[in-house]
């Protein structure tokens, strides 16, 4: 009788193990963020035309990303004059990012490119700049898959568009279906699309983070319909940050037009 009792025992333990195993095999992103804990909802990889990867987290409100300059088996630096960087998005809309002067290592410790996921860990402290810093500590990625079609951030595929632009035109929603974002004669040029209208926001190459009254050396804004420029007359450009490195900027726009339309609510956020 011990005995059957010691063999039932074994096969629910084993079971449960079982059960745990594959609990643990769930692709997952998580790490200690100063005072919480953060862990992703729901966690993906893209591989870049140019060979590096991205990988993101999200939580309702939250967004963590890693990048990462090639899918070797190594411990990749971040912070100043590094192409690999960690950023973090608050549910506020701050975004912090390693670089160029934050700190911190991503290590990318397995990985099977023919089924398509990467596991590592990473550490890093990322900025505001001039406004504040953000801690991760203790962080860790598993077997995140990288053949799922795009992050989950809802982020475009650079082969596609260079990033998101979303507004209320007058009393409408815009959500741009292409992005493109250029830089040209020092200005970074960034153009949205959406059926036959088209906004244009420019800032400068060098511009820092800040508010920026229109009109504004080195800072303008239009709204084309059907092919009519009509441009900005008044309102206002916020760069979130803009980071001459990375070639990464977010920016907020509000402006009314020499027409009397109002743009409103514009958020863009692209690479360049």
Not at 9 to 36: H, I, K, R, Y
Not at 121 to 144: L, M, S
Request: a negative charge; hydrophobic letters at 35%.
């Amino acid at each position: 009788m011990r005995r059957l009792i010691l063999l039932v025992v074994l096969v629910a333990t084993a079971f449960m193990a079982g059960c745990e195993t594959t609990e643990d095999n769930s692709p997952a992103l998580q790490g200690q963020m100063e005072d919480f804990f953060y862990k992703a909802a729901d966690v993906r990889a893209q591989k870049n035309v140019d060979g590096t990867y991205t990988i993101q987290g999200v939580t309702q409100d939250e967004k963590l990303t890693l990048h990462l300059r090639s899918g070797q088996l190594l411990t990749y630096p971040l912070g100043e004059g590094s192409p690999s960087y960690a950023t973090y998005e608050d549910p506020f809309g701050n975004v912090y990012t390693t670089s160029p002067y934050g700190s911190g290592e991503i290590t990318l410790t397995d990985r099977c490119i023919s089924c398509g996921w990467l596991t590592g860990k990473f550490t890093f402290t990322a900025i505001q700049e001039g406004i504040d810093t953000i801690t991760v500590d203790k962080g860790v990625f598993f077997k995140v898959s990288f053949l799922e079609g795009g992050l989950p951030g809802g982020d475009i595929d650079p082969q596609a568009s260079d990033g998101t632009m979303s507004a209320r035109v007058g009393a409408l929603d815009y959500d741009a279906n292409t992005v493109i974002a250029t830089l040209e004669n020092d200005i970074i040029k960034i153009e949205g699309f959406q059926g036959g209208q088209i906004i244009k926001v420019i800032i400068p190459f060098d511009g820092v983070s800040g508010n920026y009254n229109l009109p504004t050396e080195g800072f303008s804004a239009s709204l084309t319909t059907d092919g009519t420029e009509d441009p900005a007359v008044s309102g206002l450009i916020s760069i979130n940050f803009n980071n001459t490195t990375t070639r990464q900027a977010r920016v907020f726009f509000s402006f009314v037009t020499a027409g009397g339309v109002e743009v409103t609510m514009g958020n863009t956020r692209v690479n360049y």
